[in-house]
């Protein structure tokens, strides 16, 4: 199973940190992972507060630095008998100065609370967005309550084969990793484990309308042999990473899997809300070496219609369009 090992936690001073430090401790302990807790502070001489000729304008920054760090360094202290964290306050657009933080220190993950908690309709905000969109690691963002143990983890899988050729493969490994991650997860949190996969079978619609009108037995023989392809497809991908049921983890997680007739942006929130999802785990590229292709519409569009925490993958090779410094 995939294990975290440079851990990057982003915390908003403004609101309480302890979930999300709460989670990302239990992570990096559980993971033997290095820890390292920020925070974005404003840059202050960028003409928004005095100009950067005034010298007053440099104390003042140096002054609400100092002040954040402070705050971090308090927010980490009751946890830092338990493991060493590392602290440092970050000075200017908080979704940039996070993806150059990981591309500077290789952080394999990006854990931090959504934007707006208090408005679940609409969970991630723009530097959220961002993030899912560019950063080059895992993001998990976790929601302000979920410091309790996750109940039900759901991994959002996509094994359609009617893809390009050349995206077969990473889909594929995407898939992969998404599974493991999810799997490590539910076995960490004593979690049911749940495996969505929403499929369609193309052309049904028209068979069955009035320009074609194909028999209604001859369509559901169609209808029902896609759905066995798509069925067998999955199991591959379960046996692959879980082993067969006689397996310990096989025996241990007992994941439930669905298959789900239709849209995924419509068959996945709607599942979430179903089984009262706490954790969807799910890729958003399928696509490597495309600086300008981040965030697929679909993945993005189940995003925008879930209030649960999420933690976003994107495949190895996914190109972040942020320079460092």
Same mark, same amino acid.
């Not at 060493?84 to 000075?91: D, E, G, M, N």
């Not at 490597?288 to 697929?296: A, H, K, S, W, Y």
């Given at each position: 199973?995939?294990?975290?090992?440079?851990?990057? =936690?982003?915390?908003?001073? =403004?609101?309480?940190?302890?979930?999300?430090?709460?989670?990302?401790?239990?992570? !990096?302990?559980?993971?033997?992972?290095?820890?390292?807790?920020?925070?974005?502070?404003?840059?202050?001489?960028?003409?928004?507060?005095?100009?950067? $000729?005034?010298?007053? $304008?440099?104390?003042?920054?140096?002054?609400?630095?100092?002040?954040?760090?402070?705050?971090?360094?308090?927010?980490?202290?009751?946890?830092?008998?338990?493991?060493?964290?590392?602290?440092?306050?970050?000075?200017?657009?908080?979704?940039?100065?996070?993806?150059?933080?990981?591309?500077?220190?290789?952080?394999?993950?990006?854990?931090?609370?959504?934007?707006?908690?208090?408005?679940?309709?609409?969970?991630?905000?723009?530097?959220?967005?961002?993030?899912?969109?560019?950063?080059?690691?895992?993001?998990?963002?976790?929601?302000?309550?979920?410091?309790?143990?996750?109940?039900?983890?759901?991994?959002?899988?996509?094994?359609? !084969?009617?893809?390009?050729?050349?995206?077969?493969?990473?889909?594929?490994?995407?898939?992969? @990793?998404?599974?493991?991650?999810?799997? $490590?997860?539910?076995?960490?949190?004593?979690? @049911?484990?749940?495996?969505?996969?929403?499929?369609?079978?193309?052309?049904?619609? =028209?068979?069955?309308?009035?320009?074609?009108?194909?028999?209604? +037995?001859?369509?559901?023989?169609?209808? !029902?042999?896609?759905?066995?392809?798509?069925? @067998?497809?999955?199991?591959?991908?379960? @046996?692959? +990473?879980? #082993? $067969? #049921?006689?397996?310990?983890?096989?025996?241990?997680?007992?994941?439930?899997?669905?298959?789900?007739?239709?849209?995924?942006?419509?068959?996945?929130?709607?599942? +979430?809300?179903?089984?009262?999802?706490?954790?969807?785990?799910?890729?958003?590229?399928?696509?490597?070496?495309?600086?300008?292709?981040?965030?697929?519409?679909?993945?993005?569009?189940?995003?925008?219609?879930?209030?649960?925490?999420?933690? !976003?993958?994107?495949?190895?090779?996914?190109?972040?369009?942020?320079?460092?410094?």
């Amino acid at each position: 199973m995939q294990r975290f090992k440079q851990i990057l =936690a982003v915390i908003d001073l =403004a609101h309480p940190p302890q979930g999300v430090l709460e989670r990302a401790v239990s992570l !990096a302990q559980s993971n033997q992972a290095d820890l390292s807790v920020v925070c974005v502070a404003p840059e202050l001489n960028a003409g928004n507060v005095l100009p950067e $000729s005034v010298p007053l $304008s440099s104390q003042l920054q140096s002054a609400t630095e100092a002040t954040a760090q402070q705050q971090l360094e308090e927010a980490v202290a009751p946890y830092q008998s338990q493991l060493s964290i590392k602290t440092s306050v970050l000075v200017g657009i908080p979704f940039l100065e996070i993806i150059r933080k990981v591309l500077q220190n290789q952080h394999d993950l990006v854990i931090k609370a959504p934007e707006n908690p208090e408005w679940l309709e609409r969970v991630f905000g723009s530097d959220d967005m961002h993030l899912l969109r560019k950063c080059p690691c895992p993001v998990w963002l976790v929601k302000d309550a979920s410091s309790e143990s996750y109940r039900n983890i759901l991994a959002a899988v996509d094994v359609n !084969a009617d893809h390009p050729v050349p995206e077969l493969s990473i889909r594929h490994a995407l898939n992969i @990793q998404i599974l493991e991650i999810a799997a $490590s997860l539910a076995l960490a949190e004593f979690a @049911q484990l749940h495996v969505a996969h929403a499929w369609q079978a193309i052309g049904e619609h =028209a068979m069955r309308g009035p320009f074609l009108s194909r028999p209604a +037995v001859e369509v559901d023989e169609y209808v !029902a042999q896609v759905r066995d392809l798509h069925e @067998q497809d999955l199991k591959k991908l379960l @046996q692959e +990473v879980l #082993g $067969s #049921g006689n397996t310990t983890t096989g025996q241990f997680l007992k994941p439930q899997v669905h298959l789900l007739k239709g849209l995924a942006r419509q068959e996945i929130p709607g599942l +979430v809300n179903r089984l009262g999802v706490d954790l969807v785990v799910m890729g958003t590229v399928a696509r490597t070496g495309v600086p300008g292709l981040f965030i697929g519409n679909t993945a993005e569009t189940i995003l925008e219609q879930i209030g649960c925490s999420v933690l !976003a993958i994107k495949p190895a090779g996914f190109v972040t369009p942020v320079t460092p410094k």
